[in-house]
Every structure is written in structure tokens, then in C-alpha cells.
């Protein structure tokens, strides 16, 4: 037996939380990225390697997704749920080594609040998108 579906919450309720989650998630993506700029400019001993090339492995899947959560899509937020993942297995993985823990522990801190805050505004911005369509 199928389950009535829930109603969707108001305009007045969602609106203030989509205008959040969005700005939160641009901060938190906005940190995520500085937060790799600074650490390979700066901190990091890259054993000889290049750093423009180092940065631009890791920057390339935020840049990939930056026009989309700039423009607050939706789907751009929902995809940068499943790319940030990376970089939070990234931070777990440099927490291990004492010469980087602080950064991991830092990059672990932003891409959590970044997949929390993105998958909050899809989902709210979808539910706002049906409750102004005149959907109940």
C-alpha cells in the first residue's frame, strides 16, 4: 500500500533556507579552493615536482564545477556532492602523516560543510522550484 507523499513545505520556510545553504556552500567552496592554493604555494614539499601542475590536478575538479555553483544550479551543487568526496578522502589521508595534519584536518572541515551545505540546497531549491510551480 503506497504512503501519501508529504506535503512540501512553505515558500516562507524554504526561501530563507535555500539563500543560506547557498551562501554557505559558496563560502565552504571558496575556502576549499584558497585552502589548496595556499598549502601547495606555500607549505607544501612537493619532492621536485611542479607546482603548477600539482595545483592544477587538484584545483580541476573545482574549477569544473565552479561556473555551475556560481550560477546556483542545482545539478552543479548536486555533482559537486559526489566530487567533493575526493577531497575529504584527501584530508582523512593527510590527517595520518603529523607533518599534515592541520591541513587535512582543515580540507576534512570544509569539504564536509561544502557536500552538507550543496546537498541541502538541492534539495531545497527543488522543493521551492515545485512549491512555486503550484505543486502542494
Known amino acids: 500500500m503506497a504512503r501519501k507523499p508529504r506535503?512540501?513545505?512553505s515558500l516562507?520556510?524554504?526561501?530563507?533556507?535555500?539563500?543560506?545553504s547557498r551562501w554557505l556552500s559558496l563560502l565552504s567552496f571558496a575556502a576549499l579552493a584558497v585552502l589548496l592554493l595556499a598549502w601547495n604555494?606555500?607549505?607544501a614539499d612537493l619532492h621536485g615536482a611542479r607546482t603548477w601542475v600539482v595545483l592544477?590536478?587538484?584545483?580541476?575538479?573545482?574549477?569544473l564545477m565552479a561556473p555551475g555553483i556560481i550560477a546556483g544550479s542545482p545539478r552543479a551543487h548536486a555533482w559537486t556532492c559526489f566530487i567533493v568526496?575526493?577531497?575529504?578522502?584527501?584530508?582523512?589521508?593527510?590527517c595520518i602523516?603529523?607533518?599534515?595534519q592541520f591541513y587535512g584536518a582543515l580540507e576534512v572541515l570544509f569539504s564536509l560543510?561544502?557536500?552538507?551545505a550543496?546537498?541541502?540546497?538541492?534539495?531545497?531549491?527543488?522543493?521551492?522550484?515545485r512549491k512555486l510551480s503550484g505543486e502542494l
Open 118 to 129: 550543496a546537498l541541502l540546497y538541492t534539495r531545497w531549491s527543488y522543493q521551492y522550484q
Open 7 to 9: 506535503p512540501l513545505p
Open 12 to 20: 516562507q520556510w524554504l526561501a530563507p533556507r535555500v539563500s543560506f
Open 113 to 116: 560543510a561544502l557536500f552538507i
Open 41 to 43: 604555494l606555500l607549505f
Open 85 to 94: 568526496n575526493l577531497y575529504f578522502i584527501q584530508g582523512v589521508l593527510a
Open 56 to 63: 592544477s590536478i587538484q584545483l580541476l575538479p573545482l574549477l
Open 97 to 100: 602523516d603529523p607533518a599534515r
